[in-house]
């Protein structure tokens, strides 16, 4: 970890210790909007990390903002991080400048006639952006725009985690493109993965914190006048979620490594396949060592294992991701052992590599 990358850490740690609780996630479902935390995080410059200061932006790479979407994955930040750093990046590829407000972005197909109203279904965090960007196929053609939210109707809706997730109705839309054909395209599947960065990237973060619950309510809980964590079973509960969580890490980490080098595409889809699929086991895992408990309201588990199962399915779930890795293998012209290993068919024999 670079020193600009652990000052980053440090910071977004602290921040979100000292400004999330379980009663702001609570007012949060309830329809409030963290406007503390959030002017905390616009001063900070956690809003603009990855944006280049001539745009506004504090600077920085993706990996930054990857940690600390990981740590606001951890401890279960209700606001708009992820919507915000994809539309401000979007923003910015095409010199637009960034804007301390929460942003949102669909990609889909988007049919604009006028005199017909728009709507936009499953907008993240629609009710509070001050901007959404729109990315996918516009009137049946590759593109990506951005509209201003002012004016608009919003009916509002939720995601299993409590997180809003809203119908915006546009009576007059006027979208102002940023990109039409092939550019377009592209920037549409750089959204599409960032999307799904991120949320491998809070799911991480999701995870480690569910095994600390899980470690710390095992050590604390007595039963038969033991501590949990004597038991066989629990123990068995703890070592699979402890190897799932190794697994999540050690696939971000690819994932990451990939895309600070320009070449995360077939990672970053196999980091969301593989994290998404730890998800389940790991909260079910989870509810079944905490028992009842782990079912009620007032514990704080299901602040993370609903964005689990939440988050695995945005962006593309596992078999959106497989289907995609295996149209991509399917049309290269090496074989997939090839593409795995980077090595060729001809240089491998009995299990080494010459």
Same mark, same amino acid.
Request: one cysteine or more; glycine letters at 10%; aromatic letters at 6%.
């Given at each position: 970890?670079?020193?600009?990358l652990?000052?980053? %850490?440090?910071s977004?740690?602290?921040i &979100?210790?000292?400004?999330? !609780?379980?009663?702001?996630?609570?007012?949060?479902?309830?329809? $409030? &909007?963290?406007?503390?935390?959030?002017?905390?995080? #616009? @001063?900070?410059?956690?809003?603009?990390?990855?944006?280049?200061? $001539?745009?506004?932006?504090v600077?920085?790479d993706?990996?930054?903002?990857? $940690?600390?979407?990981?740590?606001?994955?951890?401890?279960?930040v209700?606001?708009?991080?992820?919507e915000?750093?994809g +539309?401000?990046?979007?923003? +910015?590829?095409?010199?637009?400048?960034?804007?301390?407000?929460?942003?949102? &972005?669909?990609?889909?197909?988007?049919?604009i006639?006028e005199?017909?109203?728009l709507?936009?279904e499953?907008?993240?965090?629609?009710?509070?952006?001050?901007?959404?960007?729109?990315?996918? !196929?516009?009137?049946?053609?590759?593109?990506?725009g951005?509209?201003?939210?002012?004016?608009?109707?919003?009916?509002e809706?939720?995601?299993?985690?409590?997180e809003?997730?809203?119908?915006?109705?546009?009576?007059?839309p006027?979208i102002?493109?940023?990109?039409?054909g092939?550019?377009?395209?592209?920037? !549409?599947?750089?959204?599409?993965?960032?999307?799904?960065?991120?949320?491998?990237a809070?799911? %991480?973060?999701?995870?480690e914190?569910?095994?600390?619950?899980?470690?710390?309510?095992?050590?604390?809980?007595?039963?038969? /006048?033991?501590?949990? !964590?004597? &038991?066989?079973?629990?123990?068995?509960?703890? +070592?699979?979620?402890?190897?799932?969580?190794? $697994?999540?890490?050690?696939?971000?980490?690819?994932?990451?490594?990939?895309?600070?080098? /320009?070449?995360?595409?077939? @990672?970053? +889809?196999? #980091?969301?396949?593989?994290?998404? @699929?730890?998800?389940?086991?790991?909260?079910?895992?989870?509810?079944?060592?905490?028992?009842?408990?782990?079912?009620?309201?007032e514990?704080?588990?299901?602040?993370?294992?609903?964005?689990l199962?939440?988050w695995?399915?945005?962006?593309g779930?596992?078999?959106?991701?497989?289907?995609?890795?295996?149209?991509?293998?399917?049309?290269k012209?090496?074989?997939?052992w090839?593409?795995?290993?980077k090595?060729?068919?001809?240089?491998?024999? %009995?299990g080494?590599?010459?």
């Amino acid at each position: 970890m670079s020193e600009m990358l652990e000052f980053i %850490a440090d910071s977004a740690k602290k921040i &979100f210790r000292d400004q999330v !609780t379980k009663e702001l996630n609570e007012s949060v479902e309830s329809g $409030a &909007f963290p406007e503390e935390l959030w002017q905390v995080l #616009a @001063e900070s410059g956690m809003l603009s990390i990855g944006v280049p200061e $001539a745009l506004g932006g504090v600077g920085g790479d993706v990996e930054d903002a990857l $940690a600390v979407l990981h740590l606001a994955g951890k401890h279960a930040v209700p606001a708009p991080l992820l919507e915000t750093l994809g +539309a401000v990046w979007t923003l +910015a590829e095409f010199g637009e400048e960034a804007e301390p407000l929460p942003m949102s &972005f669909v990609i889909g197909d988007f049919l604009i006639e006028e005199g017909t109203p728009l709507k936009l279904e499953h907008v993240p965090w629609g009710r509070v952006a001050s901007k959404v960007i729109v990315a996918g !196929t516009i009137n049946g053609k590759p593109g990506i725009g951005q509209f201003s939210t002012d004016g608009i109707q919003v009916v509002e809706n939720q995601n299993l985690a409590g997180e809003p997730l809203d119908q915006l109705v546009i009576n007059d839309p006027d979208i102002e493109l940023l990109s039409e054909g092939e550019q377009a395209k592209q920037a !549409t599947a750089r959204l599409l993965e960032i999307g799904a960065a991120g949320r491998s990237a809070m799911m %991480a973060g999701a995870i480690e914190h569910v095994l600390n619950l899980c470690v710390f309510y095992a050590k604390e809980r007595q039963q038969f /006048g033991r501590p949990l !964590t004597r &038991f066989q079973a629990i123990q068995h509960h703890i +070592a699979a979620i402890a190897g799932e969580a190794a $697994a999540v890490l050690g696939a971000l980490s690819g994932s990451n490594d990939a895309l600070s080098r /320009g070449t995360g595409s077939d @990672e970053i +889809a196999m #980091a969301k396949i593989r994290i998404s @699929e730890a998800a389940g086991t790991v909260s079910s895992r989870a509810h079944q060592l905490h028992a009842a408990i782990g079912m009620t309201y007032e514990h704080e588990l299901h602040l993370s294992t609903r964005r689990l199962w939440t988050w695995r399915e945005e962006y593309g779930n596992e078999t959106y991701w497989a289907n995609v890795l295996a149209e991509r293998y399917l049309t290269k012209e090496e074989s997939l052992w090839e593409s795995i290993t980077k090595t060729k068919r001809g240089n491998v024999h %009995a299990g080494s590599v010459v």
